[in-house]
């Protein structure tokens, strides 16, 4: 496998699922496709209300899963993610 840039690690499968949760799983997801964008154009696209969008993205920029540019826009600053859960139930990292 090839080596990774950046790891995060998750204390269990729970902590794993209340940080990545779906919505932010699909704003990651529009922001791959759409390309770098504000929070105000994204929350448009997704149709969603901009603070929870906001709350979202900073959540995902504390984890460092997405970037800020110089310009303020908000890119995917990866190609893809690998997700590796531990089946002992103890561990689960992203």
């Known amino acids: 496998m090839p080596e990774t840039d950046y790891h ?3 204390a269990d499968a729970a902590h794993l699922f ?3 949760t779906p919505a932010r799983l699909a704003l990651v997801d529009a ?5 770098p964008v ?3 154009a994204l929350a448009k696209h997704l149709k969603r209300n901009d603070n929870n969008v906001h709350r979202d993205v900073t959540a995902l ?9 110089d310009a303020g826009l908000i ?3 990866w190609d893809a993610v690998e997700i ?3 089946l ?7």
């Open 88 to 94: 002992d139930g103890v561990n689960a990292a992203a």
């Open 38 to 40: 504000s929070i105000r």
């Open 75 to 77: 890119p995917v600053p």
């Open 8 to 10: 995060l690690g998750f």
């Open 18 to 20: 209340g940080e990545l």
């Open 84 to 86: 590796r859960l531990a």
């Open 31 to 35: 922001l791959k496709r759409l390309g």
């Open 61 to 69: 920029l504390d984890l460092r899963l997405l970037a800020r540019d």
